[in-house]
């Protein structure tokens, strides 16, 4: 289950070959500036790697995924691929540089010396950067089909600037005309004996400079690789900035639905529907009136969808106790386990004294509450839509949406528990 995502070509009736997996995460992240390997940075509570692999995973007809991570990060990796429920995959000990981390992956398939079992070889393997995150399913399929064609294959996108050439002195040499030249990205694919051949006759020189998989294959087995124009998506994280773009994609892909689950209760399927009508123009809404007591099985066909965003909008003094059935639904269902889901507890207030209405007590339950569910991945913020003659419902109902979409898209962990009004 995943949030929606920009996606090419859906729905590819081509035929894949068996395809495994090489992504080299070994590097350091020296430009990126952190003590912590880019790889393992959160990104959105996540380390980033995890993000990639679980792009990959996701994607049936890959059988194996082998993750290669410097032999001081080899029980971190472990831990992730356990915490985030990782399957397929083999961490292997990496090398001093990027060549020799993917020669030493593609070794788990070859040689028995690299890991406690010889993996079954695959008729094509792709490499790609696990510092990439945003690699859908229709570029892997064109890549490999192209690979499984052609001996080599990767994605390309143009130039964003001109490629000069400087001189000794630091003055201009020449440039490069720049229509004729493009960015070699990843994903990349190669028949595995094709690529594998060529890592075993390269030099010194090219395992330690070399930047391009596509020219081994060239140099030494004389193979052109198809080039196919791949997405702005497949950058990979480079320096800090990528970090937050990174963070800002997820968090806009995970804002593109929204569930509104309302009481049975008349005013709050009003304000359920008054609430549909003022957010659809911006987010997908799916509305569920339903009466939250136990055993309803309805609940449990609730998140089906990719949804990682909910309301409960009720009208009851303490609905605690179906917010915490909410909650274990939720829980059960296994979605917060790659990504962090948003319930909105929306609470309504008619009367003139909002103090009156929702004292303190309240206020320090909800916050306890949503400490609590934290834990589960569950990050809880309450809503009061407070209404009466002077200020109509509409009027209220216009404010809270705009609030729940600032809640949806900034995903701030230290609202969590907060009571905004509306
Ligand atoms: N010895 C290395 C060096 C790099 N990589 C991996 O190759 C990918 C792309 O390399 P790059 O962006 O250059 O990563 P770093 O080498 O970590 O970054 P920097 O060059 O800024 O130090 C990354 O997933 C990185 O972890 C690797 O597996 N083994
Ligand atoms: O762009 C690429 C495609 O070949 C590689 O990801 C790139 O060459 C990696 O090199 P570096 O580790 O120096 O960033």
Same mark, same amino acid.
């Given at each position: 289950?995943?949030?929606?995502?920009g996606s090419?070509?859906?729905?590819?009736?081509? !035929?894949?070959p068996?395809?495994?997996?090489?992504?080299?995460?070994?590097?350091?992240?020296?430009?990126?500036g952190?003590a912590?390997p880019?790889?393992?940075?959160?990104?959105h509570?996540?380390?980033?790697?995890?993000?990639?692999?679980?792009?990959?995973e996701?994607?049936?007809?890959?059988?194996?995924?082998i993750?290669?991570?410097?032999?001081?990060?080899?029980?971190?990796?472990k831990?992730?691929?356990?915490?985030?429920?990782?399957?397929?995959?083999?961490?292997?000990?990496?090398?001093?540089?990027?060549?020799r981390s993917i020669?030493?992956?593609?070794?788990?398939?070859?040689?028995n010396?690299?890991?406690?079992?010889?993996?079954?070889?695959?008729?094509?393997v792709?490499?790609?950067?696990?510092? +990439?995150?945003?690699?859908?399913?229709d570029?892997?399929?064109?890549?490999?089909?192209?690979?499984?064609e052609h001996?080599?294959?990767g994605a390309?996108?143009?130039?964003?600037?001109?490629v000069?050439?400087s001189?000794?002195?630091g003055?201009?040499?020449h440039?490069l005309?720049r229509?004729?030249?493009?960015?070699?990205?990843?994903?990349?694919?190669?028949?595995?004996?094709?690529?594998?051949?060529?890592?075993?006759?390269?030099t010194?020189?090219?395992?330690?400079?070399?930047?391009e998989?596509?020219?081994?294959?060239?140099?030494?087995c *004389?193979i052109?690789?198809? @080039?196919?124009?791949?997405?702005?998506?497949?950058?990979k994280?480079?320096?800090?900035?990528? @970090?937050?773009?990174a963070?800002?994609?997820?968090?806009?892909?995970?804002?593109?639905?929204?569930?509104?689950?309302?009481d049975? *209760?008349?005013d709050?399927?009003?304000?359920?529907?008054?609430? $549909?009508?003022?957010l659809k &123009?911006?987010?997908?809404v799916?509305?569920? &009136?339903i &009466?939250?007591?136990?055993?309803?099985?309805h609940l449990?066909?609730?998140?089906s969808?990719?949804?990682?965003n909910?309301?409960?909008? $009720?009208?009851?003094?303490?609905?605690?106790?179906?917010?915490?059935?909410?909650?274990?639904?939720l829980?059960?269902s #296994?979605?917060?386990?790659l990504?962090?889901?948003?319930?909105? @507890?929306? $609470?309504l207030n008619?009367?003139?004294?909002?103090?009156?209405?929702?004292?303190?007590?309240?206020?320090t +339950?909800?916050?306890k509450?949503?400490?609590?569910?934290?834990?589960? #991945?569950?990050?809880?913020?309450?809503?009061?839509?407070h209404?009466?003659? $002077?200020?109509?419902l509409q009027e209220?109902?216009? &404010?809270?949406?705009?609030?729940?979409?600032?809640?949806?898209?900034? !995903?701030?962990p230290?609202?969590?528990?907060?009571?905004?009004?509306?």
């Open positions: 289950m995943e949030p929606a995502s090419r070509h859906a729905g590819s009736a081509a !035929r894949p068996a395809a495994a997996a090489v992504l080299p995460a070994g590097g350091s992240g020296e430009r990126l952190s912590t880019k790889q393992f940075c959160a990104v509570g996540r380390p980033l790697v995890s993000y990639a692999v679980r792009a990959i996701r994607i049936s007809w890959i059988s194996d995924i993750v290669v991570v410097s032999p001081e990060n080899i029980e971190t990796m831990t992730i691929i356990q915490k985030y429920g990782h399957k397929r995959v083999t961490v292997v000990k990496g090398g001093i540089t990027r060549h020669f030493n992956g593609l070794k788990v398939f070859a040689e010396e690299f890991s406690k079992y010889l993996l079954q070889k695959p008729e094509v792709v490499i790609h950067d696990a510092v +990439r995150p945003f690699v859908e399913e570029i892997l399929l064109e890549v490999v089909m192209a690979a499984k001996g080599a294959a390309i996108r143009s130039l964003v600037s001109t000069i050439a001189s000794a002195d003055f201009l040499d440039s005309e229509a004729r030249y493009r960015a070699s990205e990843m994903p990349q694919a190669f028949l595995f004996d094709i690529i594998y051949q060529a890592y075993q006759q390269c010194d020189y090219d395992l330690d400079y070399g930047t998989c596509l020219h081994l294959a060239l140099k030494y *004389k052109k690789a198809k @080039l196919i124009e791949g997405t702005a998506d497949l950058w994280v480079t320096y800090k900035r990528d @970090l937050y773009a963070e800002s994609i997820i968090k806009d892909n995970l804002s593109q639905q929204i569930c509104v689950i309302t049975v *209760k008349e709050a399927v009003q304000v359920g529907l008054l609430l $549909h009508e003022s &123009s911006q987010i997908k799916e509305a569920i &009136s &009466s939250l007591c136990k055993n309803d099985s449990q066909n609730m998140f969808g990719r949804c990682y909910f309301i409960y909008i $009720h009208d009851k003094q303490s609905a605690f106790q179906e917010t915490q059935l909410l909650v274990d639904v829980e059960k #296994n979605i917060t386990l990504y962090p889901v948003i319930l909105i @507890l929306v $609470h008619s009367s003139e004294n909002i103090s009156f209405s929702f004292g303190m007590e309240k206020l +339950r909800i916050k509450f949503a400490r609590e569910v934290k834990e589960k #991945n569950i990050w809880v913020y309450g809503l009061l839509i209404y009466k003659d $002077h200020l109509p209220a109902v216009n &404010s809270a949406a705009a609030l729940i979409m600032a809640l949806i898209k900034d !995903r701030n230290e609202l969590i528990g907060q009571l905004l009004v509306a």
